[in-house]
């Protein structure tokens, strides 16, 4: 009887490897021959599952993206809506040890996707779906009034970004300069500082 | 009669050389043969300006962080605080083809550092530099009575900081959608509205 693998769960063990080997090592480490030693296969069966390098580094980063997204998915949102979206913010700085392998890993990515221009358009997904998580944190604090009339929506949009992936960026490279609890207090008095006075919690 | 060289200049000009290669390649492309070719020099000569690569990828982080210190006392900070403030922050981002460069590598080395411990230290002292400027621009603001009085300023600084950071980034990633009107908005709106309502300008 013929060995039945399930080919996209051994794709997954496989990226899933990749991500550590690219962890460890950095992108230049994400070779072949590594990454099957990772993953415990041979370096021949590797071709099975990934035709090249680049497809199997925009597999990675795709897991990276899928797992923000079931992580967003599976948040139970119940309100109050101001910890709601900070729950959301939350999300995407490195507040555990996934959430800061993701980051490590993207950093490297982002630096190469600078420089080979067939890695831009993943980095443009994640990119976008940043942008949209940040439109979704301030449309919410609009729709329940809870955001100051006075506020340039479009800019504020950007400017939480921003704050969000600089805050993310520094924790990963000094940790101990800024923790995260600092991390926490910064997104909660920025997202206070978008909303009516009256609305805030003590 | 020997040819003399200044040694220094040489060393600036391999240095120079790399960074264009590091620009164009990523660091992994920062080879002792690729730098030597960039800078028109024969590969054995070489290791008379510099011992190792580790040596002249440390050279390079020095040269930006040389750069934009010039960049600073080279500023004519006239007055008023408020535009001078924002002077400063925006010697900070890429806004011009120099500072575009000097991020993107910085990016490839920031993503090199988080592997290679030996590169912490130099890293740690961009993040210096910058975690300076940033409190300086905070305190100015303080001492020249612009800055609201309920501030927490310690807060404040890893904010603008984070701020920074995340638009220089985002910037270069995507140029197109973070354009630098956009970014210099951003700055002028962040500093605002860190500033008694009275005292800011029109």
């Known amino acids: 009887m013929p060995k039945?693998?399930?080919?996209?769960?051994?794709?997954?063990?496989?990226a899933e490897a990749a991500l550590r080997v690219i962890q460890k090592g950095g992108?230049?480490?994400?070779?072949?021959?590594?990454?099957?030693?990772?993953a415990g296969l041979s370096v021949g069966s590797m071709r099975?599952?990934?035709?090249?390098?680049?497809?199997?580094?925009?597999?990675?980063?795709?897991?990276?993206?899928?797992?923000?997204?079931?992580?967003?998915?599976?948040l139970s949102l119940k309100g109050p809506v101001f910890s709601d979206m900070k729950l959301v913010l939350m999300q995407f700085l490195p507040m555990d040890e996934?959430?800061?392998?993701?980051?490590?890993?993207?950093?490297?990515?982002?630096?190469?996707?600078?420089?080979?221009?067939?890695?831009?358009?993943?980095?443009?997904?994640m990119y976008d779906g940043l942008t949209k998580a940040c439109h979704f944190v301030i449309d919410s604090l609009v729709t329940h009034k809870l955001a100051k009339p006075e506020l340039d929506l479009e800019y504020e949009k950007e400017r939480i970004y921003a704050l969000v992936d600089g805050l993310a960026i520094h924790h990963i490279m000094r940790p101990q300069q800024l923790t995260q609890d600092k991390i926490?207090?910064?997104i909660d008095q920025h997202l206070q500082s978008l909303c009516i006075d009256e609305l805030i919690m003590p």
């Open 4 to 14: 039945i693998v399930d080919h996209d769960k051994q794709r997954e063990w496989v």
């Open 27 to 38: 992108l230049e480490k994400a070779t072949v021959r590594n990454i099957a030693e990772e």
């Open 48 to 74: 099975h599952y990934f035709s090249s390098q680049a497809e199997l580094l925009a597999f990675c980063m795709n897991l990276i993206i899928e797992r923000i997204e079931k992580r967003l998915t599976s």
């Open 98 to 125: 996934d959430r800061t392998m993701e980051m490590e890993v993207w950093m490297s990515f982002v630096a190469k996707a600078l420089i080979y221009p067939e890695l831009r358009k993943i980095n443009d997904e």
């Open 184 to 186: 926490e207090k910064i």
